[in-house]
């Protein structure tokens, strides 16, 4: 059984100790930290996605699996952020309100601090009032939102209006991303950019912090 298929089944069963065990061991074979991160990881959390929703697993499994995901990631995180990178921007992150689904958030703020993208990370359950005052506050060029839910996206569009009513809404981009997410949904909502995936979210990320100057 190859190490990628070996991280991919003990993810599944919530192996956490194992699971960062045989990434360790993927990385000294030479395997590159996207690969263990896609082929391995990633992989895992999808087998455990499609059983969830088929009533196969249920939220405890789910949440073993998670942490051993998140044990693996950080693993790999000093890899795939280049420390030292001149800053190109800054960014408040966050899962939205009433969401607190968190492992495609971490990995979007992996992905952008890995382009020197400075990540203010607001967690989960992140009210607008939040992702508007930080950004405001902190003087942050983009505001990005992850929403995982169906229920709990549309407060993605609450921290668009916020923004406006605030008046920052021409100093700062809004990117949205998550599962249940689409580009129709963020043109809908006024967003300025809609990513699927986290690598494509950080090259995005530095188009728009281009933008903003
Ligand atoms: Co939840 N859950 N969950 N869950 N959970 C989903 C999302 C679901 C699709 C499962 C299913 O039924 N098939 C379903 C939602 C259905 C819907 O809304 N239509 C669901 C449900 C129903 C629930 C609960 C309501 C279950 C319950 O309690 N009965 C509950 C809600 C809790 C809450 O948030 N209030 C719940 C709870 C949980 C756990 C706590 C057990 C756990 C979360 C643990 C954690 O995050 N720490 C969990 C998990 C793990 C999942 C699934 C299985 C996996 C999600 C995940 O981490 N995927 C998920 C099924 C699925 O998505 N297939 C599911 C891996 C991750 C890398 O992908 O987050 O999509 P993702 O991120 C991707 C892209 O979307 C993108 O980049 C990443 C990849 O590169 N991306 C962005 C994400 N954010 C972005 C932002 C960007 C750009 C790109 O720009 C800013």
Redesign the pocket.
């Known amino acids: 059984m190859s190490i990628l298929v070996e991280i991919s089944e003990n993810l599944q069963r919530g192996k956490a100790k194992m699971v960062k065990e045989l990434v360790q061991q993927a990385l000294d074979q030479g395997l590159s930290a996207q690969q263990i991160l896609a082929e391995g990881l990633?992989d895992g959390?999808?087998v455990?996605?499609?059983k969830?929703?088929k009533n196969e697993v249920f939220?405890p499994e789910?949440?073993v699996?998670?942490r051993a995901?998140?044990m693996g990631t950080a693993l790999l995180k000093p890899i795939l952020v280049k420390e030292g990178t001149k800053s190109v921007g800054k960014a408040c992150?966050g899962?939205v309100k009433?969401?607190?689904?968190?492992?495609?958030?971490n990995?979007?703020r992996m992905?952008l601090e890995s382009k020197g993208i400075e990540v203010i990370d607001l967690g989960?359950?992140v009210s607008p009032e939040t992702f508007v005052e930080t950004a405001k506050n902190q003087n942050c060029q983009l505001i990005?939102?992850?929403?995982?839910?169906?229920?709990?996206m549309g407060a993605i569009g609450d921290v668009v209006k916020l923004a406006e009513q605030e008046g920052i809404r021409d100093q700062v981009k809004i990117?949205?991303?998550?599962?249940?997410?689409t580009q129709a949904f963020a043109d809908q909502i006024g967003a300025d950019?809609?990513?699927?995936?986290?690598?494509?979210?950080a090259d995005t990320a530095v188009e728009l912090c281009k933008k903003v100057g």
């Open positions: 990633m959390m999808a455990i996605g499609e969830f929703k939220v789910v949440l699996a998670a995901m998140n992150l899962t009433g969401d607190l689904h968190d492992i495609g958030k990995l979007v992905m989960t359950d990005c939102c992850s929403a995982l839910l169906t229920t709990t990117m949205v991303g998550g599962a249940p997410v950019a809609y990513t699927s995936d986290a690598a494509s979210a």
